[in-house]
């Protein structure tokens, strides 16, 4: 019996060590899985910021992206201005990252008013850009845009009005996440996401955009790899207090959106998927609240560091 147990104990000790050696195994594929060849810089929407309060506008998906690897760098542009404005902020701070990182490119990632932003800085200076990718991207426009602009046409008393809500919201932005010395300009930003404002940046700056319909546009152009994603469920979860209104707001397209942009605006380039999220599910707001059976948005911002990782880039 004595020699029953004891060859149990060393079966079991034996199998134990196993299990850590391959908990160990499984520790190591996992390091380096987001670690791209180029710095990852995520940039913020309309009305967006890097951090305000403690709270990161891509929430919780930097730390996510450096725990495997990768160099990541929140860009703080205009939370309300033109794309090209915002743009030109981009570009100042890329040629910084790259001044101290010594890399040759970056990785740009850009969500909402980030996609065409990401877009302007790889238009005009192809050789700092290894890859754009747009998530939920007003790169067609946006029917609220549209919407907006019609109740509040240049020049009238609604426009002013609108204007200094906005500025309001913008000055309260810049209070807590520290972007008080960028220019901000809420009626360029509304006639930059407008279907004309975009089809006018468009012209310039076409790369990786669908010709038309709702496919894919090109994937590789000057060198530089675009990919978008997006959500299609406006209401995704009944304690989130942001569902509401971009449930509301989602009524006033006639096909799948995110409550504020549709699907077939948001692609560019390689197209990856349509998600149950809205447009604050796709950074991961509220504060991680999103549908219980769609795909975790950090998941997905990961994967797409470790997808980067495979095209060396």
């Not at 149990?8 to 594929?29: E, K, M, P, S």
């Not at 690897?69 to 939370?79: E, H, I, L, N, R």
């Not at 980030?114 to 426009?141: C, D, E, F, K, W």
């Not at 309260?172 to 004309?196: E, K, R, V, W, Y």
Request: proline fraction near 4%; charge should be positive.
């Amino acid at each position: 019996m004595t020699g029953f147990f004891s060859r149990f104990l060393r079966r079991l000790v034996l199998a134990a060590t196993a299990g850590l050696l391959l908990l160990g195994v499984g520790a190591q594929a996992q390091t380096g899985y987001t670690q791209t060849r180029y710095p990852i810089v995520l940039v913020h929407g309309l009305f967006g910021f890097d951090s305000a309060l403690g709270i990161d506008y891509f929430y919780g998906i930097p730390d996510a992206l450096r725990q495997g690897g990768a160099k990541v760098y929140v860009a703080q542009v205009s939370a309300a201005n033109s794309t090209e404005v915002r743009g030109e902020q981009l570009l100042a701070q890329v040629k910084t990252i790259l001044a101290l990182t010594g890399a040759s490119k970056v990785n740009l990632v850009g969500h909402s008013h980030g996609g065409p932003t990401t877009r302007y800085v790889a238009g005009v200076a192809p050789q700092l850009v290894a890859s754009v990718t747009s998530i939920g991207g007003v790169n067609r426009g946006s029917r609220v845009a549209d919407i907006l602009r019609g109740v509040a046409p240049a020049g009238s008393v609604s426009e002013a009005v609108a204007s200094a809500a906005a500025k309001a919201l913008v000055g309260l932005i810049n209070l807590t996440s520290g972007g008080t010395g960028l220019p901000q300009m809420p009626t360029a930003a509304l006639d930059s996401l407008t279907t004309a404002g975009s089809a006018k940046f468009n012209s310039r700056f076409p790369q990786g955009v669908p010709t038309s319909g709702c496919g894919s546009g090109a994937e590789l152009v000057n060198g530089v790899r675009y990919y978008s994603w997006t959500g299609t469920l406006p209401l995704t979860n009944v304690l989130d207090a942001s569902d509401a209104l971009l449930a509301t707001l989602s009524l006033t397209f006639g096909e799948a959106n995110d409550g504020l942009v549709s699907a077939c605006s948001s692609r560019l380039g390689k197209h990856l998927g349509d998600y149950r999220q809205n447009h604050l599910d796709e950074v991961n707001q509220l504060l991680g609240l999103r549908d219980w059976f769609s795909t975790d948005p950090v998941t997905l911002y990961r994967q797409h560091a470790n997808r980067l990782k495979q095209q060396g880039l």
